[in-house]
């Protein structure tokens, strides 16, 4: 079965960068398209960017799109996501998932926090 581990959430100032990593196992996410999502406080979990299985296609969703990068490498069975010049409102707990998501698939997500 396949299981998810999101890496490399921290802490940074706005219009500072983070890679995110999504470590799969279990089983290869090459046949899937997969997704980053987000959840803030207070907040319900919302999408964040999304590659296709392939890897050719990507989507983004509006307030993140020139800011964040998303990416997989196959071979490693491990999907990224760059994010560049952060804003306060991207302070969130990011998860990684299939797209469209799987309820049995979330994880614990990583944190990402952005100050002033």
């Known amino acids: 079965q396949l299981q998810l581990v999101e890496s490399g959430g921290g802490l940074v100032q706005a219009g500072g960068s983070l890679r995110l990593s999504c470590a799969a196992s279990g089983r290869t996410f090459s046949n899937y398209a997969m997704g980053w999502f987000r959840q803030a406080p207070g907040k319900g979990r919302e999408f964040v960017a999304s590659i296709s299985w392939a890897g050719g296609t990507t989507y983004y969703t509006d307030s993140v799109e020139g800011r964040f990068t998303v990416s997989k490498n196959t071979d490693k069975n491990t999907m990224f996501l760059q994010m560049n010049s952060l804003k306060l409102e991207d302070t969130a707990v990011y998860y990684c998932?299939?797209?469209?998501?799987?309820?049995?698939?979330w994880g614990q997500g990583t944190q990402v926090t952005v100050s002033a």
């Open positions: 998932n299939a797209f469209p998501a799987v309820e049995t698939l």
